[in-house]
């Protein structure tokens, strides 16, 4: 969001945004206000069955130009000892609320001419990992919204390249290092890389990508060495 602020491209444009913790989206507000951008957020857990289309809904349901969906959330276990509320959670937040959101844009004036957006999924659906079977299910779903995607709408999907995230905090120095040596290619800002990849895909430079996969992620397994 913050590559976009720069973009003259997107001067002038709302930016909305939904989350769950109010104190960092004010952070972000305030930090858009500081470059000149506007900003409106609101507070919503996306665990909670339609509360990204309430939370649209409730700023008078605007008509988008852009949609950037990058909710990600793991409850990494073996499956065998994960409730079915566990599993339907996390499929509500990585999959479900996208699908009810794109459901309802694919209306009369809910998109803006030129309307582009992204989803984001994970290295997990490609090549997961012992325990992420609800995560990784998920985020292979979102393949499927493509092909759905709503009228108007120019939809891609983004696997990001790994970076630290808080989804990581749970493992131990040893494994996120086996983890981050997967990599084959060395990026010293994977953050900023995400950030750029996802800048083309809801930029004009991408007009002609239109349901597709950027595999911006360079561990061995997505390039089929593993």
């Not at 602020?5 to 913790?21: E, K, S, V, Y």
């Not at 950030?195 to 895909?201: I, P, S, T, V, Y």
């Amino acid at each position: 969001m913050r590559r976009l602020w720069a973009d003259p491209a997107w001067a002038g444009a709302l930016f909305l945004c939904l989350g769950r913790d109010r104190a960092k989206l004010e952070a972000l507000r305030d930090a858009a206000a500081g470059a000149g951008a506007d900003l409106a957020f609101v507070p919503c857990d996306l665990g909670e069955r339609g509360s990204a289309v309430r939370a649209w809904e409730s700023l008078g349901a605007p008509p988008l130009k852009g949609l950037f969906l990058g909710a990600g959330a793991a409850w990494d276990k073996p499956l065998r000892s994960q409730s079915e509320a566990e599993f339907e959670t996390c499929l509500r937040v990585n999959f479900s609320s996208h699908a009810q959101l794109l459901e309802r844009l694919d209306r009369p004036q809910a998109l803006l001419e030129g309307a582009r957006g992204v989803l984001v999924g994970s290295y997990a659906a490609v090549s997961g990992r012992a325990g992420q079977c609800a995560y990784a299910t998920a985020k292979a779903a979102l393949e499927g919204l493509l092909a759905g995607s709503p009228a108007g709408l120019r939809l891609n999907l983004l696997l990001p390249p790994l970076m630290p995230s808080p989804m990581l905090d749970v493992l131990s120095p040893e494994a996120r290092g086996r983890l981050f040596a997967e990599c084959w290619m060395e990026d010293p800002d994977p953050v900023a890389s995400c950030a750029e990849a996802a800048a083309f895909l809801l930029g004009e430079g991408s007009a002609y990508l239109h349901r597709r996969t950027l595999h911006a992620d360079s561990r061995v397994g997505s390039l089929g060495w593993a």
